[in-house]
């Protein structure tokens, strides 16, 4: 009994003993390998913190209406944006390089899957950005463009855009993921034409009537305004 | 005719910019107008009309141009172009048949000598600018001493018009003629409530009707105009007129006014384009603003410009508004844009018009001139600064102006003319004391310099002193 229990257990060590020889060496490598890269990072954090001003580049996403979309006062600075990427990006290559020393299946599939998927992650962060910039452009100028031509709920109009800029954007970035792509596409055709046949469908049964008072109430507003017509130049 | 005028006169040194013929600008001018002007060769002085859809109006304005020039310049060569912007009721037909019959009825010695009268469609972006494009193109190919712009809806034009707007450029050395009207308190509202106070605080001349549309102009300024490269922004459409102005005065050209009596126009929907014609005016006025910075950075109050022509007193017809609308849309407007408003406003600005929005009362409404003058500025920095969303940001400002509008109306109900134009001085004042907030939140001063100021300087209430 105590003879098969010791045999156990120097079975089990002796594979304790065995996995460790076999994996010490490239831990305490990759743990300083890792170091290594995270001093790099800092260094380099550092570095393009002092170096780069990024004044142009703030400039242009102030322009274009960036900096409001990433900060609510719009003061967003580029400098430590990029030196913020410059240092997760330089970690990451050490984390790689240092799973890669351990040479095994699992490893080897993390560090493959990391380096394929991390072009399509970056492609599908700026489709998200660019459709989340592109929803914020366009349910502003609906809102305004609604707003002055006293059209009803401008602010639903607004949202109502926004979601299905964002939702193109969601489609084309899983896409690009192949995450559940044809779920996403099927989900936005239905909506799409859920949309389009609930517009057909309040105008065919009581969105007509609806539509046909609001159009009075423009004409009438419209009159009123010929009543207005007066030499009252605004220029 | 305008005597008088105080010689010599320093002109300011211009360089004198020779136009080729074959640059991009002429090449934009439509075939059959550079063959007409090639024709004709030269003329001392051009008339231009704007035009699009104004038969009703524009014979009578072409027949005021044709007695101005051939009474008080009958040594000159005149020629009258009209620029229209494609016209579907008949309106270049009216410009090139309208009958000249008014020898007798001005008493003229001489019978009236022809002038060429002209219409062409103009090309490029549909819009007034458009149409001075044109209409420069050919008065600086014609060589003509002097051009002078006139709108094609006015009902109170004469022939002294031309007089006032051409003398003081041909014979007085000035540049620029800007228009001096009577005006009903209510009409221009976007000229005395932004674009006058603003120009004047900014550029320190107090040219009254900045964005009058009525201007004569010399050759160097018109020169000076064509070499810009910026004719195809909002300046194509209604901002023209804020652009010639200030361009005149920021680049120190001789600017003078010339009072001309009543402005009275065809009858329009005065609601009719209000937000474009707003962001399209705002915008040339903010753009300028960042192109000369370091012009009006240094000016500081104002100085009246020369006025000319006999001042007298009009009738002028009764403007009717719907302040409970105007109202209507200002607090609407709080309502729904307050999320574009905050990209502009800082936040106790913005807190201050939502608050005023929710307790309006048609009765006893007041947006206060220093909170219209910081919503002014602020909205100046952010257009500045974004030039994607500009046009969204400039026409909602259009709930606003309103809502100022609407104050100016309540306050001024029961006022006379000159009261009313004291309460617009009262406003161009703050715009001048308030100056330094601007400029530090322009150039990107400290929060705590940018800080609204709380009181504001006592006493200096002047209403403008003219000459006369």
Redesign the interface.
């Known amino acids: 009994m105590i003879r098969t229990l010791e045999q156990l257990l120097e079975g089990v060590v002796g594979g304790i003993v065995t996995q460790l020889n076999n994996l010490l060496p490239p831990l305490i490598v990759a743990v300083f390998l890792f170091a290594v890269f995270f001093v790099a990072a800092v260094l380099v954090r550092w570095f393009l913190t002092k170096a780069v001003k990024g004044a142009r580049m703030d400039?242009f996403l102030?322009?274009?209406?960036l900096s409001?979309m990433l900060a609510d006062r719009?003061d967003v600075h580029t400098t430590p944006l990029v030196a913020g990427a410059a240092f997760w990006m330089i970690l990451l290559v050490g984390a790689l390089i240092g799973l890669s020393l351990f040479n095994t299946q699992l490893t080897t599939r993390m560090v493959e899957a990391t380096v394929f998927l991390f072009p399509k992650l970056v492609t599908a962060g700026l489709i998200m950005l660019a459709g989340a910039w592109l929803a914020q452009?366009l349910s502003?100028?609906v809102?305004?463009?609604t707003?002055?031509e006293?059209l009803p709920a401008?602010?639903r109009w607004a949202a109502a855009t926004k979601v299905m800029v964002m939702f193109i954007a969601v489609v084309a970035a899983s896409e690009v993921l192949g995450f559940a792509p044809h779920v996403f596409f099927a989900a936005f055709v239905i909506v799409g034409s859920g949309a389009v046949l609930a517009a057909s469908l309040a105008m065919g049964l009581g969105g007509r009537d609806a539509v046909r008072r609001y159009l009075e109430s423009r004409e009438a507003a419209k009159l009123?305004?010929?009543d207005?017509?007066?030499?009252?130049?605004?220029? | 005719m305008l005597t008088g005028f105080p010689r010599p006169l320093q002109r300011r040194k211009l360089v004198k910019v020779a136009v080729p013929k074959n640059t991009k600008q002429i090449q934009s001018m439509p075939a059959e107008a550079r063959q007409v002007v090639d024709e004709i060769r030269h003329a001392d002085i051009v008339v231009g009309i704007p035009s699009y859809n104004n038969s009703k109006t524009i014979g009578h304005v072409v027949r005021a141009a044709h007695a101005g020039l051939a009474k008080y310049f009958p040594s000159y060569n005149g020629i009258i172009i009209n620029s229209d912007g494609g016209s579907k009721d008949g309106t270049p037909e009216v410009v090139t048949q309208t009958p000249m019959q008014d020898s007798q009825l001005l008493l003229l010695n001489t019978p009236m000598k022809p002038v060429n009268r002209l219409s062409f469609p103009y090309h490029g972006i549909p819009g007034k600018g458009s149409a001075f494009r044109m209409i420069f193109q050919m008065a600086s190919m014609l060589d003509a001493k002097a051009c002078v712009v006139v709108d094609s809806d006015l009902r109170s034009i004469t022939p002294e018009w031309f007089d006032l707007l051409i003398r003081p450029v041909l014979e007085g050395g000035f540049d620029f003629v800007a228009p001096y009207y009577h005006r009903?308190k209510?009409?221009?509202?976007?000229?005395n409530s932004i674009v006058y106070p603003l120009t004047r605080c900014l550029y320190g001349q107090r040219l009254r009707q900045p964005?009058g549309?009525d201007f004569g102009m010399s050759q160097p300024l018109l020169n000076r105009y064509l070499e810009r490269d910026d004719w195809e922004t909002d300046v194509a459409r209604?901002g023209i007129?804020i652009w010639m102005t200030t361009i005149a005065v920021a680049e120190g050209f001789k600017v003078c006014q010339s009072f001309l009596g009543a402005k009275?126009?065809d009858?329009?929907?005065?609601?009719?384009d209000?937000?474009a014609?707003?962001q399209q005016?705002t915008s040339s006025v903010f753009l300028l603003m960042r192109e000369y910075e370091n012009t009006w950075r240094g000016r500081t109050g104002s100085e009246p410009a020369a006025l000319f022509g006999f001042r007298y007193d009009v009738g002028l017809?009764?403007?009717?508004?719907?302040l409970d609308r105007m109202l209507t849309?200002f607090r609407?407007?709080a309502e729904?844009?307050g999320?574009?408003w905050k990209?502009a406003l800082r936040p106790d600005t913005l807190a201050e018009v939502k608050e005023l929005a929710r307790t309006a009362k048609p009765g006893d409404f007041h947006l206060d001139d220093e909170l219209w003058v910081r919503i002014v500025y602020e909205f100046a920095c952010t257009a500045k600064?974004?030039?994607?969303?500009r046009a969204?940001l400039l026409?909602?400002i259009?709930?606003l102006y309103l809502g100022r509008v609407a104050s100016f109306v309540v306050e001024t109900a029961e006022m006379g003319a000159a009261e009313v134009e004291h309460r617009i001085e009262r406003l161009c004042l703050k715009f001048e004391e308030l100056k330094p907030y601007l400029i530090n939140i322009w150039f990107g001063e400290t929060p705590a310099a940018a800080a609204p100021p709380q009181s504001s300087a006592p006493g200096a209430e002047q209403p403008e002193q003219m000459e006369v």
Request: proline residues 5%; hydrophobic residues 30%.
């Open positions: 400039r102030k322009e274009m209406g409001n719009g452009f502003r100028s809102l305004v463009w707003h002055n006293e401008p602010r009123d305004r010929e207005e017509k007066s030499l009252w130049n605004h220029l | 009903h209510y009409d221009g509202t976007i000229t964005i549309g209604f007129d009275l126009h009858a329009k929907d005065p609601g009719a209000l937000s014609m707003l005016v017809d009764p403007i009717n508004v719907n849309a609407k407007g729904d844009l999320d574009v990209l600064s974004s030039r994607l969303e969204t026409k909602s259009t709930p």
